[in-house]
């Protein structure tokens, strides 16, 4: 057995105690900054959503589906008046369009000829994810937020469709938020890109109103 002197063993003590406290501190430093962080990312939304009345922008869609393991991508535009004036435009063979006039929801198929009618409410955001964004300016009321690798993860504080999460990437342009995604409870993941977003253009309520042809089929739902 080897056997250390004194000196040496106030040596080591001195060393533990200082990188003991070292590493304390640097454990309080990053909770510290990961919760400014999360503060700092929180305010910088709901700043930009106090003056907000209007959103418009094209978006792109990554639809993960675990169980298929398939991707599939979408592309369109979509415009958004507040408080839940909501529509988003898909292009491309999968077009169609969706119509979220506060507690309605209008699905529009052109291809199938047909729409679907039925009620909305914020336990039915899956039917139509982008109308999330006419709610983050609420973040702290309805979610519980956290910080990681310079996302902020939202989890809501009530059941909300089975939404697992959404994890919000923010962006240094007039509207604070680039992209967002949301994980639901079976591992399946809705990835929307925002680009050329624009706000407070003073979009019209026609903008809103579906146009739908009389040869279509309708369901109610």
Known sequence: MVMLKTKHLKGLLYLFCFFSLFTLNFSLLTVSIASS?????IARIQKAYENI????????????????????????????RMPM???W??????G??????NNEIIIYQKKEKQAFIG???KDTYGQAPIALLSGFGKIQEEFHVSERSSRLI????????????????LSEDEFPIRSFTINDSHSNR??????????????????????LPKDITIYEQ
């Open 154 to 169: 939202l989890k809501p504080r009530r059941p909300l469709e089975g939404i697992h999460s959404i994890e919000i990437d």
């Open 85 to 87: 004036k909501i529509k």
């Open 89 to 94: 435009d898909y292009k491309g063979k999968a």
């Open 119 to 121: 009620n909305f409410d």
């Open 96 to 101: 169609q369009e969706v119509f979220i006039n």
């Open 190 to 211: 809705v990835k929307i890109k925002l680009k050329d977003v624009k706000i407070n253009t003073g979009l019209e309520d026609r903008l809103f109103e579906p146009s």
């Open 53 to 80: 009345k209007d959103i418009s922008g094209s978006f792109v869609q990554e639809s993960h589906i675990k169980d298929l393991k398939r991707t599939d991508i979408y592309k369109g535009q979509f415009f958004i």
């Open 37 to 41: 962080s999360v503060e700092e990312g």
